[in-house]
């Protein structure tokens, strides 16, 4: 079932920018990362829930390593796409409430995807523009497919990627569900 957003979007010339206003009168960017994006996130790191880390690592974690950092914000071109939700404001000074990234091993036509939206923000329908931004970058990127590894009691995210067209896919470990949309034939 179609769902109506509850956020108003506002193009801002590119496909991967966008300006939006939440129902509740907060303005967020949608956009590319930004190198100078890496401090925000280590710092809103800890502003997260240990179950929401859990779901999207896959399991606990204290905090995120320097390495993971700078490859998160230096996206490589073209194998990787990598967009926020953050505050109108400059990357560096922008507090950063949602990461999506997909990333494609060089010489597949697949790539992974994974997303996080920070409680703050989740439940207003983010999650399901970010993921179908990731997907539009995939098919002008001409991949094969895009795939995510979820958590089998991660129900809020097996609702979104269904909603998005993802399948299920069996796997070898019962506790996580490969989700999967192919982009084309
Ligand atoms: C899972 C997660 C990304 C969802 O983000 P979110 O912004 O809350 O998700 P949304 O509000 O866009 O979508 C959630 C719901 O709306 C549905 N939905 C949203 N927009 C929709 C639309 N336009 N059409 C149809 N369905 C839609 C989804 O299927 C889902 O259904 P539910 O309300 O019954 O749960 C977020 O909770 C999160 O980051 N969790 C922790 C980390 C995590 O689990 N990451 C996933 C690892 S890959």
């Known amino acids: 079932m179609k769902r109506r957003p509850t ?3 506002f193009p801002l010339g590119s496909h991967l920018r966008e ?4 129902r ?3 303005e967020l960017l949608l956009r590319p990362i930004h190198p ?4 925000p996130i280590r710092g809103s790191f800890a502003l997260l829930g240990s179950e ?3 779901l999207r690592y896959l399991h606990p974690i204290k905090a995120l390593g320097e390495d993971y950092l700078h490859r998160l914000t230096h996206p490589r071109r073209g194998r990787e796409c990598v967009l926020v939700l953050a505050e109108p404001l400059p990357p560096g000074q922008a507090l950063v409430g949602a990461v ?3 990333v494609r091993e060089q010489g597949a036509t697949d790539a992974e995807f994974a997303i996080i939206v ?3 923000l989740a439940g207003q329908g983010l999650g399901y523009l970010l993921l179908s931004r990731l997907l539009s970058c995939a098919r002008r990127r001409r991949l094969h497919s895009l795939h995510g590894d979820v958590l089998a009691d991660n129900h809020a995210m097996l609702r979104l990627a269904a909603a998005l067209g993802f399948v299920r896919e069996a796997g070898e470990d019962p506790g996580i569900v490969r989700v999967r949309r192919v982009l084309r034939s």
């Open 19 to 22: 300006r939006l206003v939440l």
């Open 24 to 26: 509740d009168g907060r």
């Open 100 to 102: 999506a990234r997909y």
């Open 7 to 9: 956020y108003q979007r």
């Open 118 to 120: 920070s409680h703050f």
């Open 52 to 54: 929401e880390v859990r």
């Open 36 to 39: 100078d994006d890496e401090a």
